[in-house]
């Protein structure tokens, strides 16, 4: 199978154009907050470009006064002056050098904060559209790309115009005609430079399509280990990566290739003006119209000349990544997120009841093929009493997470609105509703930190006390205490060293320390065995005393005790009642709880 088969392209290997004056107005904004440092970065820049000047300018001197006159005294001073210019033009880079790199991560730090800061704004909705690792390359890897571009780019390429008007502007005046046949090979030179970035730019296309597809491909085959594993898929995987990892390091070999030709090709032309120079200059020193000092001075600043137009052509390959790195920032960034606040807010009521009510909600995740929204809830109305233990139950695809995903306004309906405590909570800060709202979902979600930072997540008003408190009420404490460190016992990635049960029962935990209003448990104990689903059941009956309590279960024996069941069938509510009611009524609960309990 060819590579081009293996992995799909994304957006985010598409580059734009080189250079893109929108962009650049929207990056240089960042820079705005060290104005100032810029400022300071230029005007060194500025002086090491005038330092640049003053080696070859003593020589003139040296060359044209000093040494036929046989003057020591000012051989020496234009040898000191030379030396301090050398020391001065060191501390000057030395400190460009540190202030640009400070500036680059200054500018990375307060991007990748906005960014991040802006994808945790985004709803679920945003998430079911953007892959994790597109939003991690935005995260690290294009923003060190900007980084790159600030550091070594912006500010210091006027070190390199400076350096070339001064050194332009110093030729023309010691010596007009010398300067234009010095600067006779540029034409080709400019065509030199103009096939290099066009030949480079596809390579660069290229490198960036297959990291992409290098990384995709990584990312799902580690993630997806146990399943390779299972089938023994070891071997295939293994070549199908050498084809893509192949054709990454060939795109790689051809950059290295052009830059192997470019940089010699300068060099043959800066030999070549040198050379212009020896001959043109050396007649005009037999014919005594030019100086020895002027000459020499000449060759001095032609090699200094052509070094900029190398840096700059480098320069012109760092804009064009940050220019494909920035428009895919800014388009991550110019996402509006689907659900946000009002900006005239309810405040809901003190203390809070726990009420909620459902009034004709409809819901579709995307539209047909047609144009008509593809609806999972249609019509659902129903209301759980402050205090009340309600039931959700159905067949796969019924509607039963979507109705949680609604409550807690990850996503909001078409149709209908949903009250919280009386008030709608489209009118309800978001913070403010999840505050009041435990959730447990059936896949369980642990940080690779502590076992005490994973119940208190963080939150400085959850003390110590309550901590232990809530694993004691679900029974993780006698699990907690046959880790090594305890509750200090470092999780690995998803609480891999954890099992199943055990990740569930810290869930449990997480959920009472946030002692919220309402529960609501999604497929909780699905994956917890009959032991510990006894153990949680039990102490979730004390837990729900007095709470407002959502359940979706499968498991038809963890909701019988419910004090009203509702029964979900294609997106609509269907039934509801209590356990014995739905039994006696003979419908869709009934044919549920048969094929759960029949005899095998």
Do not use: C
């Amino acid at each position: 199978m060819p590579a081009t088969d293996i992995e799909p392209l994304h957006e985010e290997e598409a580059l734009g154009k080189a250079y893109d004056a929108r962009l650049m107005r929207r990056l240089l904004r960042y820079l705005r907050p060290y104005r100032w440092w810029v400022a300071l970065g230029v005007f060194g820049l500025l002086l090491i470009a005038l330092l640049e000047l003053i080696g070859p300018y003593l020589t003139k001197v040296a060359l044209d006064q000093a040494i036929p006159q046989g003057d020591y005294g000012l051989l020496a001073t234009l040898a000191a002056v030379f030396f301090g210019s050398l020391l001065l033009a060191f501390a000057l880079e030395y400190g460009q050098q540190i202030l640009t790199t400070w500036l680059g991560q200054k500018i990375m730090f307060d991007l990748r904060r906005e960014i991040f800061a802006h994808i945790q704004k985004q709803g679920l909705a945003f998430f079911d559209r953007n892959p994790v690792g597109r939003l991690m390359t935005r995260v690290t890897n294009d923003v060190e790309v900007l980084n790159q571009l600030f550091s070594s780019g912006i500010v210091t390429v006027f070190g390199d115009v400076f350096t070339l008007v001064f050194i332009v502007g110093v030729m023309l005046w010691m010596d007009w005609q010398l300067a234009l046949v010095a600067f006779a090979v540029m034409p080709f030179v400019i065509l030199v430079a103009f096939l290099f970035r066009k030949k480079v730019r596809d390579a660069y296309r290229d490198i960036r399509v297959l990291l992409a597809r290098l990384n995709s491909f990584l990312q799902e085959r580690i993630t997806g280990v146990s399943v390779v594993q299972l089938f023994g898929r070891e071997e295939g995987t293994v070549d199908r990566f050498a084809v893509i990892n192949d054709d990454h390091l060939r795109a790689h070999l051809r950059s290295i290739r052009y830059y192997a030709l470019f940089f010699p090709a300068i060099e043959l032309l800066t030999t070549l003006a040198l050379a212009l120079i020896l001959v043109y200059g050396g007649g005009r020193m037999i014919e005594g119209t030019v100086s020895v000092g002027v000459v020499t001075a000449f060759l001095m600043y032609a090699r200094r000349f052509f070094r900029p137009i190398e840096d700059l052509s480098e320069k012109y390959n760092m804009l064009q990544g940050a220019m494909a790195s920035s428009e895919r920032i800014f388009r991550l960034l110019d996402t509006t997120p689907v659900i946000e606040d009002r900006t005239e807010t309810t405040t809901l009521p003190e203390p809070g009841r726990g009420e909620i009510e459902f009034r004709d909600v409809w819901f579709a995740y995307q539209k047909t093929g047609d144009g008509e929204w593809d609806w999972v809830l249609k019509g659902v109305s129903f209301r759980a009493r402050p205090g009340e233990h309600l039931a959700v139950v159905g067949h796969t695809g019924a509607g039963k997470t979507t109705l949680i995903s609604l409550l807690m306004r990850f996503y909001e309906p078409q149709k209908g609105e949903i009250l919280f405590d009386g008030v709608p909570i489209q009118n309800v800060p978001q913070k403010a509703l999840r505050e009041r709202i435990g959730l447990v979902l059936q896949d369980v979600y642990l940080f690779s930190r502590s076992v005490e930072h994973n119940i208190r997540l963080g939150r400085d008003d959850i003390d110590d006390e309550r901590v232990l408190r809530a694993a004691a009420r679900v029974g993780a404490d006698r699990h907690i205490a046959r880790l090594p460190a305890g509750y200090e016992e470092p999780l690995g990635e998803r609480g891999a060293s954890l099992s199943v049960g055990q990740r569930q029962l810290l869930s449990f935990a997480r959920a009472l320390a946030f002692d919220p209003l309402v529960l609501v448990l999604d497929e909780a104990t699905s994956s917890v065995d009959s032991e510990l689903e006894a153990q949680i059941q039990d102490a979730l009956e004390k837990l729900m005393e007095g709470r407002t309590s959502l359940v979706i279960a499968h498991r038809l024996s963890t909701i019988q005790n419910a004090d009203r069941i509702l029964v979900f069938h294609h997106g609509e509510l269907r039934e509801h009642g209590t356990h014995a009611e739905l039994l006696a009524y003979g419908g869709i609960y009934a044919r549920l709880h048969e094929l759960q309990f029949a005899p095998a």
